[in-house]
């Protein structure tokens, strides 16, 4: 099995994560392309509840022990709960002025395209 694949499916056995992207980054860094080395992770989980960000590194890399010994190397990690996660997805962008039809607030002017 495929590195990636093992990360992945480790963490969704332990964690039972409600949204989990594992993307495998290796390419970015030294050696060849191909390697499975360095993966940046975004795990969504509330078994992450009560648990400080360090705490929450610290038990994934603990799951992923055997998979260091087997040649990854770093991992860049986003450990939240669902709350947090939503409440970081809460910032949206403003509305179009040209698409609102009531705003309390005054609205960025947004950039028209012109044809021709």
């Known amino acids: 099995m495929k590195l990636q ?8 056995e332990l964690l039972h994560p409600i949204y989990l992207k594992v993307e495998n980054e290796s390419q970015l860094h030294a050696g060849p392309s191909d390697r499975e080395t360095h ?3 975004v795990i969504v989980s509330n078994r992450f ?3 400080n960000s360090v705490e929450r590194h610290r038990y994934v ?4 022990k055997d998979e260091f010994q087997r ?5 860049t990690l986003q450990t939240v709960t669902e709350e947090q996660w939503v409440d970081s997805r809460a910032i949206e962008s403003p509305p179009c002025h040209h698409k609102a039809s009531t705003q309390s607030t005054p609205s960025f002017e947004c950039a028209r395209i012109k044809e021709g």
């Open 39 to 41: 993966f940046n992770i």
């Open 49 to 51: 509840q009560g648990m």
């Open 5 to 12: 694949r093992q990360v992945e499916s480790i963490l969704r």
């Open 61 to 64: 890399y603990e799951s992923l």
């Open 71 to 75: 040649g990854l190397h770093a991992l």
